[in-house]
């Protein structure tokens, strides 16, 4: 969720949330270049995350960490298998 300013919140021990990776364009381990449909691509990504103008790729796991920091999955964002 985001505060009061509009800042996602940084989950605390014991609480889930989704996993999220930040996207950097100059550096080639943290860049996305996304999918070939660019409306399936900016689903993916979150902008104004934890400071203006960064982004953000939503992973769609939900994950919590315990007090020793181990993240341990929860379940996943929306539909968990694609039906054909």
Same mark, same amino acid.
């Given at each position: 969720y985001r505060d009061e300013n509009g800042w996602c919140v940084q989950c605390q021990a014991g609480e889930v949330g989704e996993l999220v990776g930040i996207i950097e364009t100059k550096d080639v381990t943290r860049r996305f270049d996304g999918y070939t449909n !660019?409306?399936?691509?900016? %689903?993916?990504?979150? !902008?104004?995350?934890?400071? %203006?103008n960064d982004c953000y790729f939503r992973s769609g796991d939900l994950l919590w960490t315990d007090k020793e920091g181990y993240l341990y999955f929860h379940d996943r964002v929306g539909d968990t298998y694609r039906w054909k």
């Open positions: !660019r409306s399936d691509t900016e %689903k993916k990504m979150i !902008r104004n995350v934890f400071r %203006k």
